[in-house]
């Protein structure tokens, strides 16, 4: 079986994706306690007996409070930058692999490119993944996209973009200023318009599969979100906008004609 991915959700209150590749599985980011991930995967027929590895993107707890539980239950190998590891304590991995320089690596028969992305957190790192021909992007939890950003993610046959907020909602919400400004800023999340603008620059008629993920359950709504993508949404062959409690299921990657 080929490429396929998977999410046991999206947003501020926990992030977890799953990518497959025949019977290797890796799990990037784990925000929620072991009970729930085991709930969350039972729901896409899998178990964390089937993971691989964990890869981590930061150390923001929606991303990483359950991996050192879920790793040290399990046995699972854990992959993160130094930063990462130096940012917060996660307590003794039974295997620590660290991703230095963001260098490419291999789990299995999937090839793993780490990309640095300005965030506020101490190295942070989103994934390009890679087998058998076919090419997954995931790329949440930023607040700039950058030419570098774009080199990696321009040319994906699926892509998990972040459409976090609406610049007026997040304005306008309850949100103290200290942290708008953080969200809003150019180390936050990107807004519904940057994600558009992001795919319009680097086109997206190669994509097989586009989820809008990270959404704001307080300062976005799926209506504004579709609506700033507009055509792009309509264009691509598959565009599902994940969710907070259910993620969003199984897809697969096709391979290029």
């Given at each position: 079986m080929g490429l396929r991915f998977a999410s046991l959700g999206s947003g501020s209150k926990g992030n977890g994706t799953v990518?497959?590749?025949g019977d290797h599985c890796l799990l990037v980011d784990c925000g929620f306690t072991i009970k729930e991930t085991e709930r969350r995967m039972a729901r896409l027929e899998m178990s964390p007996a089937d993971i691989s590895a964990v890869l981590v993107t930061h150390e923001h707890s929606d991303h990483l409070s359950g991996v050192g539980p879920l790793a040290r239950?399990?046995?699972?190998?854990?992959?993160l930058t130094p930063g990462t590891l130096k940012a917060r304590d996660i307590g003794k991995l039974?295997?620590?692999?660290?991703?230095?320089?963001?260098?490419?690596?291999?789990?299995?028969?999937?090839?793993?490119?780490?990309?640095?992305?300005?965030?506020?957190?101490?190295?942070?790192a989103q994934f390009v993944f890679r087998s058998r021909g076919r090419?997954?992007?995931?790329?949440?939890?930023?607040?700039?996209?950058?030419?570098?950003?774009?080199?990696?993610?321009?040319?994906?046959?699926?892509?998990?973009?972040?459409?976090?907020?609406?610049?007026?909602?997040?304005a306008q919400g309850p949100y103290p200023p200290s942290l708008k400004r953080r969200v809003g800023g150019a180390y936050g999340h990107l807004s519904n318009q940057q994600a558009a603008g992001f795919l319009q620059r680097v086109g997206y008629e190669?994509?097989?599969?586009?989820?809008v993920a990270h959404i704001s359950e307080k300062n976005n709504s799926l209506a504004l979100a579709k609506?700033?993508?507009?055509?792009?949404?309509?264009?691509?062959?598959?565009c599902i906008f994940a969710c907070q409690q259910d993620g969003f299921d199984w897809l697969t990657v096709e391979s290029r004609r």
């Open positions: 990518v497959a590749s239950r399990y046995g699972l190998p854990v992959y039974p295997e620590l692999h660290l991703i230095e320089g963001h260098q490419p690596f291999v789990v299995a028969d999937i090839e793993v490119t780490p990309v640095a992305v300005p965030h506020d957190a101490r190295e942070s090419s997954l992007g995931l790329l949440t939890d930023l607040g700039t996209i950058t030419p570098h950003v774009e080199t990696h993610f321009g040319d994906c046959d699926a892509l998990v973009l972040e459409a976090n907020h609406d610049p007026q909602m997040l190669q994509l097989q599969h586009l989820v609506e700033a993508l507009g055509e792009v949404a309509e264009c691509v062959q598959s």
